[in-house]
Each structure stands twice: as C-alpha cells, then as structure tokens.
C-alpha cells in the first residue's frame, strides 16, 4: 500500500511552498489508492506554537487535502524515540559519546586550521579491539548514530535522479541530546518507519538530510522508502519566494479572494506538467499524476496565471455557493446582505467579469448601501441632453413589466424618442443604479433592482 506523509514543522503558516508539498504528497496516495498521514513535527518547543498548528491545520482544511492519518504529533511521541534509541544503544548502532561541546569546537579549529573538513573524531565510537576511555562520572553524554565508515549510501531520487554519497563524509550524527531529548533527523526517520511511509515527497532543502535518514533506517533493519525531492519556487523575478510574491500564508489567498480549486489548479502546474494541460480538476489531477513529470529545475510564481486560473473557476462556480463565500465579505465590511436582489442572482451576473471574490462583493454591494454615485462620473454622464429620457424612462418603469426583455424595450423606445445613442442613457442608467459605468448588460442590471429602488435611485438625480 502506497503511503506518503505531509510533515511541517509549526513555526508558520502553511506556504504556497508547503501547499505544494502536500498537494503532491496527497495526490500521489490518492492516485495509488493508498494513504495519507499528516505530522506535525513539533519538537523545535522554541519555535513551534498551537497558532502555527492551527494555521496549518486551516490551509489543509481550505485547499480540502484531507489527511487519512493522523495529525500524529511528534512532542506524543517522544517515549517511542527514547525506547528506539535505547534499543539501537544495545544493539551497537548507537553509542554514548562524551566529547564536551567545548572539545568538540577545539577539535573542529585544529581541523580546520589543518584544511580538513571538521568532524566528530570518533574518540567513543566503539569498534572491534578497541579500549574506549573511561566514562566522565557526572557527565551525561550524547548519543550518536554509528554510521558506516567505508562505502556509499544512494538512492534514485524520483525527482532528481541518482544521488550517491560517500559515508566518509558523513559524521556519526547525534540522535540524542545529553538531556535524552531524540533530535530532528532522528524523529523523523522513526515516524517514516514506523508509519510505513512508502514514499517520501519533501522539499529539496532536505536532500542532505537524506543519506543521514537512509543509514539509520538501515541500521533499523526498516525498509528504506523511496525519496522525491521538489524543488524550490521561485518568485517571477527568479529570486527565492518571498512575502512579496507569494511566500505568505494560503489563508491569506482567501482573504485575497481566490477560490481553493484555482490555488490548487495553480499549484499542481508549479514543477508538474501533463502536456499542454492548464485547467483540471483535482479529480482529473489525481488520475494523471505521478511522479514522471516533475521538473528538476526550480518553478517560478506566476500571479497572473493564477489569476486567470481564478477567473476561470469563478465562471464555472454554482452562484448559491459564490454568494455564500460573499456574503460574509459583505457583512464584515458592515453591508446588511438581503434578498431583494438576491446576492445569487447578482453574483450570477457579475461572476464572469470578476477576478475574485472580492471585486464580486464590490460589485454587490451597490445593491445593498446607501448610494451616492461620485460627483465627477456624475457630471460626465449627467448631460442636459439625457435628462428628458431620463425622466421618460423612470416614469415608465413604474410600469413596464419588471424583467430585463421589458426594461430593454423601454430603453430603446427612449432614446428613440429623444433621437440619442443608446450609451447616453444606458451609461447614465448604471452610473445612477450601481455609482459605476461598467457593468453588465444594462437591461439584466437594471432588472436585478426591485423596481422601487431603481425608480428611487433613479429619480433622486432627476428631481434635481
Ligand atoms: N518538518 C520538515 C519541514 O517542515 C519536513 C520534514 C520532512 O518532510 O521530512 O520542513
């Protein structure tokens, strides 16, 4: 069975970054059929708040990557590392150390002052014949991991191809602090083994961490996972993601008005291509994805592509559920939503010309205030000339049949009677109803308003 895992560390918000990973990490399981775990690797106690899990937990929530496992926490796990440490201290796999960190800077400056690269010099590294010193008595060591001396440690990397390392550049790594605390490397490698992860889908920022995790499973007897590492996005300028473009919350995409389905759409195509494929479902991506077709190369953020993407969804999307994530834009910004117009049938008129969410709660809430058209798009459009028109089509508007075929004959029997171009009094007509001269199809507009209101909003500048 196919098992990948998602495994932030809570000391921030869930990333566009980090969305990616776990997009990637879900829609392989989902592809295969298998599972996947969510951990929260929580043992940074200085860095790691409820705040960031919250966050996290929200963004996987929003994007809808639901998890079949979990989220395991590593700070519950800790009896578990500790009982692995001491089984692999019997076992001879790992060994207590006494090297002081003050020992362990002397011997790191000679090395280096020799042009060698520092490291641990294995003064406690037990070996065959060997007579290790005695034990400092009121000193509580480290443990390190015996890692291999001679040979390579390699794996295919899925993303990046074959990578070998050579042991002899790998210290023995310390798996456990002098106060018994397990460290990073160590945890994760036991989860990994002991949640059956079979595929291992992680930023590139680990790949060191990588020929370390691999030796100790191996000295575990566990079955060494497959490994892809995606690289980095970047911003559009080439430079690495920061706030500017795009390394902010994916929260934050919602307040900014963007659906979860364009930010995943968005998020699929970063690093990953299905030939000339732009828009799918998540659905369609999980059929098609795995792991053949991701880029080595770093990915750049592109705004107006996910843009684009979000307009696009915005189309499709039922309007009952777009005025359902409108509604509480609306109200939040003090709007009293009601249903006369309806916010559905606003928005689904509106939907195809917005970008987001928010500029459809712009567009709805000169339904709902208030409305005091600006003074200097009402002198462009309130000319002498439309005035009488004007006039003619309020007072006939409290009588035509109210729906957009009727309101559309009326316009035009208007200007006919006042020989104008049909802009002179349309542009007038949603400047008056809506404060804005772009708008969709006057007649449809006009017809969204309850008739006295348009016959009000109308006539507060033609008695003027
Ligand atoms: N906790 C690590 C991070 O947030 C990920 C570890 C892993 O995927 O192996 O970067």
Known sequence: MTRTRFAPSPTGFLHIGGARTALFSWAYARHHGGEFVLRIEDTDVARSTPEAVQAILDGMNWLGLAHDEGPFYQMQRMDRYK????????????????????????????????GLKPRYDGTWRPEPGKTLPTPPSNAAPVVRFRNPLEGTVAWDDLVKGPIE???????????????GTPTYNFCVVVDDWEMGITHVIRGDDHVNNTPRQINILKALGAQVPL?????MILGADGLKLSKRHGAVSVMLYDDEGYLPEAVLNYLA????????DEIFSMQQFCEWFNLDHITPSAAQFNTEKLNWLNAHYLKQADSARLAALVRPRLEARGVAVS??????????????????LNELADAAEVFYIDLHPRADILVQYLTPEVMPALADFIAGAKEVEWDAAAISALIKACIARHG??????????????????????????????PRELAVKRLSAVASK
């Open 83 to 114: 009982n692995v440490i001491q089984d692999m201290l019997a076992a001879g796999t790992a060994y207590p150390c006494y090297t002081t960190p003050e020992e362990l800077e002397r011997m790191r400056e000679e090395q280096r002052m020799k």
């Open 165 to 179: 390392i050579a042991n002899a550049e790998l210290d023995d790594l310390v798996i456990a602090r002098a106060d």
């Open 227 to 231: 490994y892809a590492h995606l690289s």
């Open 269 to 276: 195509r970063l690093g990953w291509s299905h030939g000339d």
């Open 339 to 356: 249903d006369r117009p309806s916010l559905s049938a606003i928005i689904n008129l509106y939907k195809e010309r917005v970008g987001n």
């Open 420 to 449: 104008l171009k049909m802009p002179k009094l349309a542009m007038l007509l949603r400047v008056l109803l809506t404060g804005q001269a772009q708008t969709p199809s006057v007649d449809a507009v006009v017809a969204l308003f």
